[in-house]
């Protein structure tokens, strides 16, 4: 099961280290990870994805929650959750129609165009992972030069 | 409002540790503590100084868990800091309150590689409850504050206070906070009452109903509370290692420790029962083995203070999160209430008597004069009951575990999780400034003591009289059973040697040292040990070659016991 956790911590050094260590340490995996603070500058918000069987997810969850700089966590129902990634691709031109036919299917994902070069061009796409991944398949013909990816940032619905 | 007063971090630390109630500092001075040993000229702490810090760390260990209160040790930076490490982790895997504080180099000197620096803060985060770095002189009485708080609230555990060398020389305006607030700290859960109608429905329509009592319940000092209940309900209890004397081990009731050296009718019984009743345990490798094999007709009623250890190792069919003393007495009222009481013997506590009252008889025990059992059982006779014993880690300490009984609950402790071999002694120590009134005895084996046996020029030199009890069969007697078992005898690094001459040993430390060779002797020595005002080694030699059995081996259920040939 591929999990989305939100986790509301205190903004002090350390506490990065502190989540990923106890991933680490209790044997979990990270899928990906972003941080940033909040409108109250004293917390931060970490979204954690993360994948595990229920029980698994469950552990992880309550790990988390004693550790005693978290001040909120949740595992987040993603049917019910506007979960978003930034991602870069800088993809290869090989020839004249290249150009074309990346920027359709960047407009197909809602993406944009960045630093357009004769060899190369680069499409920044705010989605899904799964939308990601999708792009991805379709611009591998291209030739993938580089990707960067941010992780999910997520946060539930209200009245969900 | 709180008074305002200006002085050092070094200062303010000492004044907060006595704010705090703290009487005794187990430690040992370095240059990046040095601001804060020059305060105990100034203040009312006595310093008990060690031979090395993770000792230090085990006798805050030691204390912490006799007087449920953190025990506090000090470290320099780097080695110093690396050295309690070990001792940390020991208080940690076991759940027991202890603050350790080191010395670190000075801020502007961190990261870059310092004579004694080492990152502390980073290497401790796994086996601390929590860690501080004060950066700033004025932090210091808020994380004394927090720190002793974390350390003794809801699942105890060690707390670091790490502190760089110019916040202890600065000086500040402090305030020492009576109230504080940790946002995301809530270490108490009220039981909540239909879980535990629910269990009580489950513990009543049980058939083979059991209960499993674990370290929780001499944590939160539940000893009554689970008496009435087994006694009300007339369930037998069984105990995990940690949670050995818990309950009375001579009550009728009581079947002692199961687990990998288990009592027999203990492991027999887990086995046999339909529903358990599981206080204050994490359902360890060690006591449960493979749990599967059975927990598909066993029903868990699971009552523990952190609900991370709910389903962690056991999937569970009711819960109860809360402090497990408030969780049974929660029981108990309701019990009352309904007047549910069993005076008759029903089938199953006849089963249980009768496995019991076989085991007792028909357990194969060493044919010598000087055998595991009979040493355990002339330690039992002599003492009082109200003595503390800690153990050392190896054979000696499934020895005791099988033939030493608890009888006044909560006067035994041990490094269970962690097993950490040196623990015993300096935990003793420990234990005995705790409770200057009680003899306190470390049962030792001859691998473990030796791993912290400088100890004695501690308790000779502070006056602080424990009793070494000493198992002495010159190899590392656990690891040499399991070659025998499993290993076709080859023996390989286990052979100690008769080296060093214990008696002599202690005598050079000041100590008293006695050697015992026969059960007469014994009997002496534990006498006059008792009555000695200065520490005593007794010394007892014994056949390298007695197992503990019985023996679940790893990985294997309590239903496959290897019991003695």
């Known amino acids: 099961m591929w999990a989305i956790l939100t986790l509301l911590v205190e903004n002090k050094p350390g506490i990065l280290f502190k989540v990923t260590h106890l991933f680490r340490s209790r044997n979990f995996n990270i899928d990906s990870i972003s941080v940033g603070v909040t409108d109250n ?24 929650d004693k550790m005693i700089d978290t001040i909120e966590v949740k595992h987040l129902d993603e049917h019910k959750t506007v979960y978003r990634e930034l991602s870069i691709f800088k993809i290869k031109l090989s020839n004249a129609n290249d150009s074309m036919e990346v920027n359709k299917l960047a407009n197909a994902y809602g993406g944009k165009i960045h630093d357009v070069r004769k060899e190369s061009i680069m499409v920044e796409l705010t989605a899904t992972p799964d939308q990601i991944r999708a792009f991805e398949e379709l611009a591998k013909p291209f030739g993938i030069i580089e990707v960067a990816r941010t992780g999910v940032a997520a946060l539930q619905r209200s009245g969900a | 409002m709180n008074k305002m007063e ?12 006595e704010k705090e109630g703290v009487k005794e500092v187990f430690g040992l001075p370095g ?19 060690v031979r090395h810090e993770q000792s230090a760390a085990h006798m805050a260990d030691g204390f912490g868990r006799v007087s449920r209160k953190p025990g506090v040790c000090f470290a320099t930076s780097g080695p110093g800091a690396t050295n309690i490490l070990t001792g940390i982790a020991t208080a940690q895997a076991d759940s027991s309150p202890m603050i350790a504080v080191t010395g670190q180099v000075p801020v502007a000197m961190i990261g870059k590689d310092a004579f004694q620096e080492s990152d502390i803060i980073g290497m401790a985060n796994p086996v601390v409850k929590y860690a501080f770095q004060p950066r700033t002189p004025g932090e210091i009485p808020g994380v004394v504050r927090k720190g002793f708080y974390i350390a003794e609230t809801g699942r105890p555990g060690p707390v670091l206070i790490d502190i760089p060398k110019d916040v202890q020389q600065k000086e500040a305006n402090m305030i020492f906070p009576d109230e504080f607030k940790i946002r995301g700290y809530n270490p108490w859960t009220d039981p909540d009452i239909v879980h535990v109608e629910r269990a009580i429905e489950m513990l009543l329509s049980a058939e083979r109903p059991i209960i499993l009592a674990g370290g929780g319940t001499i944590i939160s000092s539940a000893f009554a509370e689970l008496q009435s209940i087994a006694e009300l309900l007339m369930i037998p209890v069984v105990t995990t ?48 083995g493979t749990f599967e094999a059975f927990e598909k007709r066993l ?45 008759e ?90 409770r200057p009134d009680v003899p306190v005895v470390d049962i030792a084996g001859d691998g473990s003591f030796s791993m912290t046996e400088n100890s004695l020029a501690t308790a000779v030199l502070e006056d602080i009289p424990v009793i070494v009890f000493l ?56 006498k006059t040990a008792l009555k000695s005002d200065v520490a005593t080694v007794i010394d007892i030699p014994i056949d390298p070659e007695e197992d503990v059995l019985p023996f679940v081996a790893p990985g294997t259920s309590l239903a496959d016991m290897i019991l003695p040939s």
Not at chain 2, 271 to 278: G, H, N, R, S
Not at chain 2, 475 to 490: D, P
């Open chain 2, 6 to 17: 200006t002085m050092t971090g070094a200062r303010a630390l000492m004044v907060a540790m």
């Open chain 2, 471 to 526: 198992l002495n069969n010159f190899t590392l007697g656990m690891v040499a059973q399991w070659q025998r078992t499993f290993y076709n005898r080859r023996m390989i690094g286990v052979d100690q040697g008769k080296c060093p001459d214990y008696v002599k040993l202690a005598e050079s430390y000041g100590a008293q040292g006695i050697r015992a060779q026969s059960m007469d002797e014994l009997d002496k020595a534990i």
């Open chain 2, 241 to 288: 290692f940690k949670g050995k004397g818990a309950f009375p081990e001579n009550h009728p009731l009581s079947l002692g420790p199961i687990g990998m050296h288990g009592h027999a009718e203990a492991n027999k019984m887990m086995t046999e029962a339909d529903c358990v009743l599981a206080i204050g345990t994490r359902f360890s490798d060690r006591s449960v």
């Open chain 2, 345 to 434: 013997e029903n089938t199953w506590i006849k089963h249980v008597k009768e496995t019991k009252a076989y085991w007792k008889e028909n357990l194969k025990l060493h044919p010598g004069e000087m055998g595991a059992a009979k040493i355990l059982r002339k330690l039992r006779e002599v003492l009082p009951r109200e003595s503390i014993v800690t153990t050392e880690v190896g054979q000696h300490q499934m020895w005791a575990s099988l033939f030493y009984d608890v009888i006044q609950p909560g006067t035994f402790f041990s490094s269970t999780g962690l097993g950490t071999m040196g623990w015993g002694f300096p935990a003793a120590i420990g234990a005995k400034v705790a």
């Open chain 1, 41 to 64: 500058p004293e917390y931060s918000r970490m979204t954690i994805t993360t994948y595990g069987d229920e029980k698994q997810v469950e552990q992880i969850v309550k790990q988390l």
């Open chain 2, 299 to 343: 029903k868990i009623i699971h009552m523990d203070v952190d609900p991370a250890e709910i389903g962690k190792n056991q999937t569970t069919s009711v819960a109860v999160v809360g402090d497990v003393r408030a969780s049974l007495r929660i029981m108990v009222k309701m019990l009352m209430q309904r007047a549910t009481k069993r005076t």
């Open chain 2, 31 to 49: 240059g990046a503590n040095l601001p804060m040993y020059d305060e105990f000229a100034r203040c009312n702490i006595r310093h008990i100084l």
